[in-house]
């Protein structure tokens, strides 16, 4: 198997934490993934499970507090904001699009309750990993899970989810989580325009990372975050202005309905847990519908 890029391998982070955050008790969790830890490789498995214990927890959160205060929290709150959006009673989905999908439990999550289908973007090596470790967890790939092999920095998105069966009729829940700062500017707006094929009713909710971050210009206390994704590796390309948000997104024909950052995750997410947390002001969400 051809050996995944750097934006790739960072897929494997977000689970680690959702896996950790899982051996929380339940009333202070930020998110709920019970699959996240099956999903990873043996010896993830194995560091996971150790953060049973609680001080070890905290030492994962801490050490993760040093190098980019509040990611942590706002990973795990994405993800929560995400599937609250996607469980919402209102959404009336044909299919959910998951762009990026790395080790994403979602597909599987769904499987549980219905054949609600789920197509997974991701880069084809990606992919073919994704594919085994489904069939490691789950003894085989769900039959409502289809896995998309393309690269997004390429085009063609509609096309390959085409050739897996979603046609534009159908009304999608397009996931983009925490991908957009590793694709170029033109990538960004060539997945938008790909993305305006889809069916009235649809929604889309996406991370992005704030444009003076990626500039440079505020760092946000996050000095070491910014010299390994921006000076070292370059993985992180683009970012969006927050105010400019609901003018790129009608530029394809969306309505931005909301963005949520710090504060929110503060006043929806991490008061109820008792935990003494916060959300980084680097990365916000957004959802908008067509």
């Known amino acids: 198997m051809t050996r995944p890029d750097g934006a790739a391998r960072t897929a494997l982070g977000p689970m680690i934490l959702a896996a950790v955050e899982h051996h929380e008790p339940p009333d202070r969790r930020l998110v709920d993934d019970d699959l996240a830890e099956a999903f990873l490789p043996a010896r993830a498995r194995l560091l996971v499970n150790l953060t049973r214990s609680g001080w070890l927890r905290r030492a994962a959160y801490t050490a993760a507090e040093r190098r980019a205060p509040g990611i942590w929290t706002s990973i795990a ?20 699009i998951v762009l ?7 597909g599987c999550r769904i499987a549980r309750h219905g054949a609600l289908p789920v197509f997974e973007v991701d880069q084809p090596e990606v992919v073919d990993h994704k594919r085994a470790v489904l069939q490691r967890v789950a003894g085989e790939v769900p039959s409502s899970i289809r896995l998309v092999g393309v690269d997004l920095e390429a085009g063609n998105l509609m096309d390959a989810l085409q050739a897996h069966g979603y046609r534009p009729h159908q009304r999608a829940f397009i996931i983009w989580e925490g991908v957009t700062q590793y694709l170029s500017t033109e990538a960004v707006t060539a997945t938008l325009a790909s993305l305006s094929a889809v069916a009235p009713g649809s929604r889309i909710v996406f991370s992005y990372v704030r444009q003076d971050f990626v500039d440079g210009t505020d760092r ?23 105010e400019d948000v609901g003018e790129v997104l009608a530029e394809h024909g969306w309505r931005l309905v909301e963005q949520v950052g ?14 003494d947390l916060a959300a980084s002001p680097i990365e916000w969400m ?5």
Not at 77 to 96: G, H, M, T
Not at 220 to 242: E, H, I, N, P
Request: with cysteine; proline share 4%; net charge positive.
């Open 100 to 106: 990026g999908a790395g080790l994403d439990t979602r």
């Open 220 to 242: 946000y206390g996050a000095d070491a975050l910014y010299r390994q994704f921006r000076q070292r590796s370059g993985l992180w390309k683009s970012g969006l202005v927050r």
């Open 77 to 96: 709150c994405r993800k929560r904001y995400i599937d609250e959006r996607l469980s919402d009673p209102l959404n009336e989905a044909d299919a959910v």
């Open 262 to 275: 710090p504060s929110y995750y503060r006043d929806t997410y991490i008061r109820p847990t008792g935990r």
């Open 286 to 290: 957004a959802l908008a519908e067509r």
